[in-house]
């Protein structure tokens, strides 16, 4: 049966200079695994935000987040590691790889204190394979492009086999062509491994290629062209 990740009332207000600024407005979205969905909108107007409280990195003022009908914001700190670990892979604009380890260590970086039921070199050099980088195995960042260190930074993020990645303007660093490369690469994963895709951006040529496309404007959703179920 398919994961859902359910967003209820959800409100971010931020407090500055003695004045709230208002982040995300009452969102009520529903995602079901499978699914590519794509949000876009200018800059400020939520997206990132959205992805940041459904990933479980920031807490919302007010609404909930369910997955699977359990609310995500009553664990505790060491239950939300968990549950990032177990469900969710992150991709972010800043690929956030460590400069001093391989392209094989950075995709092998998040089981280093975890226990798990495969061998993870072998898992890591097959991810690496998958995503076009057979041959890049042993090479550090600084020896990688921009698109092959944002591969390795997929490839990271689907190391335990998430349900959901979160991918944050993942080309926002790319030319258009190698953009689109990544982009592509993202759909085929979605098909040949079933993880939903939730893709921030603000390039509408990609997110038009979306299965699902959400447009958010000053912390509101104003367009949604699927309901999630």
């Known amino acids: 049966m398919p994961h859902t990740i359910e967003c209820?009332?959800?409100h971010k207000e931020y407090m500055g200079d003695g004045v709230n600024t208002i982040a995300l407005n009452q969102v009520n979205l529903e995602f079901v695994e499978g699914e590519f969905v794509s949000i876009v909108g200018s800059s400020g107007s939520g997206k990132s935000t959205f992805l940041s409280l459904v990933g479980t990195l920031d807490a919302p003022t007010s609404g909930h987040i369910y997955y699977e009908k359990q609310e995500l914001h009553g664990m505790n700190a060491n239950e939300l590691a968990d549950f990032r670990f177990e469900h969710i892979g992150f991709i972010f604009q800043q690929y956030h790889l460590l400069p001093t380890m391989t392209a094989l260590e950075n995709v092998m970086a998040p089981l280093l204190s975890?226990?798990?039921?495969?061998?993870?070199?072998?898992?890591?050099?097959?991810?690496?394979v998958d995503v076009g980088l057979e041959n890049k195995l042993h090479s550090l960042p600084s020896q990688l492009s921009g698109g092959q260190q944002q591969r390795v930074a997929v490839a990271r993020a689907l190391i335990h086999e998430p349900h959901w990645l979160l991918a944050d303007e993942p080309t926002g660093n790319l030319d258009t062509e190698t953009g689109e490369i990544i982009f592509d690469l993202l759909l085929e994963l979605n098909k040949e491994k079933g993880c939903g895709v939730?893709?921030?951006?603000?390039?509408?040529?990609?997110?038009?290629r979306a299965g699902r496309t959400i447009e958010m404007k000053d912390g509101n959703v104003i367009h949604d062209n699927g309901g999630g179920k």
């Open 8 to 10: 209820v009332g959800l």
């Open 198 to 208: 939730i893709f921030v951006t603000h390039e509408p040529e990609l997110a038009v």
């Open 114 to 128: 975890r226990k798990v039921s495969y061998d993870k070199k072998d898992r890591a050099k097959q991810l690496l």
